[in-house]
């Protein structure tokens, strides 16, 4: 049994890793660890601010931890808003408003190639107690949709339709999301590894 401690507050995100973990693994999110704090992100790629996460609630902790940081990179707006998605539209990180600018940015273009892209980072002490860094990459391509479609999730679902559905995110259920979703891939490449130890 590992315990790993997940560097979020984001109740969405804890539920769709625990959809993805079997009873080898109890993921304890910041709350449940007793902390309360919200951690910047502040650097200019996902794998940064991901290391800061983790390295943050590690310091804290002294525990095994993970943390996931993740873009939505659109082709036409030159990879953006990526490493910015969470206050594209300004600081009260509002999903709607990131959405609406979205929309608007993109309102003449119909080329609307996008990916979500998911940076893992986890910090791991070896039987050497040396401390490990460890960092997994989940993508998932598609495309934006012209309006918003579905009401499930959260984020940029409603507006975002993976290769292989005519269904944006918001229209499907965990499970099918999870078909597609660049967290489960990144996710389940995490797992594999701490399988191995
Ligand atoms: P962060 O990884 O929490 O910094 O998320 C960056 C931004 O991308 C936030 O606005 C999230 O809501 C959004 N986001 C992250 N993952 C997903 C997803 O799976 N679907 C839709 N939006 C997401």
New binding site residues.
């Given amino acids: 049994m590992h315990t790993l401690i997940f560097a979020?507050n984001?109740k969405n995100?804890v539920a769709e890793i625990q959809s993805l973990v079997g009873p080898d693994f109890t993921i304890i999110p910041l709350l449940e660890a007793g902390i309360d704090i919200d951690i910047p992100?502040p650097h200019e790629t996902l794998q940064e601010?991901a290391f800061e996460k983790a390295s943050t609630i590690h310091s804290i902790t002294n525990q095994n931890c993970f943390s996931?940081?993740?873009?939505?990179e659109i082709e036409a707006l030159n990879g953006a808003p990526g490493v910015k998605?969470?206050r594209y539209a300004g600081e009260g990180?509002d999903?709607q408003a990131?959405i609406d600018k979205v929309l608007q940015s993109l309102n003449d273009i119909d080329y609307r190639t996008a990916q979500?892209r998911?940076v893992i980072c986890l910090l791991w002490q070896d039987a050497e107690n040396i401390l490990q860094t460890h960092y997994f990459e989940g993508i998932c391509k598609g495309r934006i949709a012209y309006e918003m479609q579905g009401d499930k999730?959260?984020?940029?679902?409603p507006i975002?339709i993976p290769d292989g559905s005519d269904k944006s995110?918001a229209e499907m259920s965990m499970e099918e999301k999870n078909v597609f979703?660049?967290?489960k891939k990144a996710v389940t490449q995490l797992f594999e590894f701490l399988q191995t130890k």
Avoid: I, M, P
């Fill in positions: 979020t984001n995100k992100e601010n996931e940081d993740t873009g939505l998605s969470a990180r999903f990131n979500f998911t999730g959260f984020g940029y679902d975002f995110f979703s660049h967290r």
